[in-house]
């Protein structure tokens, strides 16, 4: 039996989420191959050969796949799922785009997925949260391939191993017309720290008032501590932060060594996206905030005087 890993990547590299649903793919018992997608990504396939446990990389490359569509993506594992008929798992991470791809391959074979994984007790029993993560639920699926979906802050990384890497299998790709094209696109810098990848990461709620005092507030502390910035849904609906800065059950679910939550009640919805941070520290002038049920270090006090203070403090 073989469980195929989704490679998610950069323009040139593996993102850091292949690494941690590689983990939980060891877990599976059985082989494990990656499947990298896209155009030119030899060396995307090279760096994923050296990662403990790959046993094959299988390359599909195309001119049409630079585009990255779910359809086309779904239409090509789909082919290679009818062609490797030993693949009786397939995993990616819980991201925005793992989301749209999986649920697409597995209806394609007639199936259903578990979505965000976050235990696997065997190859068909696994825990994945409910109710914006307050319950856990223990699932048993029977289906011939098991589709999962992996939240990666649960599994640790894997490590990369001296061995030479193994060999890269092609695969043909098999020309795909997608309803959806891609109009345009453009490339996205920073000097900030990934929100996902992140030990640090400042976040902030509505009680900052406006995207002025957010930026004020926040960025000089962020960057006194290398840290990534993060926003509750309600500060991002509200224009204080942009949408990727999203934390909650319907943005990005971090667990970074130390979380600060400032000028933000807690709602369930947020606290589902950041309550496994190693320590959190919440600031709140409101000490019924439910951000403090759940803060290892709470302070109730009107965050625009000691934010700044605590900046000054870092050295």
Known sequence: MVTLVIVENSTDAPKKETFHVITAAKLMESDIWA???????????????????????????????????????????????????????????????????????????????????????????????????????KVKTSEKIKFLTIRTTKFDAAKKTEEVGINIENFTADTFSSLKSIINSSSVTSDKPDLLSARVVVAGGRGLGSAENYKKILEPLALK????????????????????YQVGQTGKVVAPELYFAIGMSGSVQHLAGMKDSKIIVAINKDEDAPIFRIATYGLVADLFDVVPEITKKIR
């Open 35 to 137: 499947v990298v997608l896209g155009k030119d990504c030899h060396n995307i396939c090279k760096a994923v050969s050296t990662i403990s446990g790959v046993k094959k990389v299988i390359k599909i490359d195309a001119e049409f796949l630079k585009e990255k569509l779910s359809e086309s993506y779904a239409f090509q594992i789909s082919n290679l799922l009818k062609a490797y008929r030993e693949i009786k798992s397939v995993l990616i991470s819980t991201s925005s785009f793992g989301k749209e791809l999986l649920p697409r391959i597995a209806a394609m074979h007639g199936m259903s997925q578990v979505s965000d994984v976050i235990k696997i007790h065997s190859p068909s029993i696994f825990d994945r949260p409910i109710y914006a993560g307050n319950l856990i639920s």
């Open 225 to 244: 501590l290398n840290a990534a910035l993060g926003a509750s849904r309600a500060a991002v609906d509200s224009g204080f932060a942009p949408n990727e």
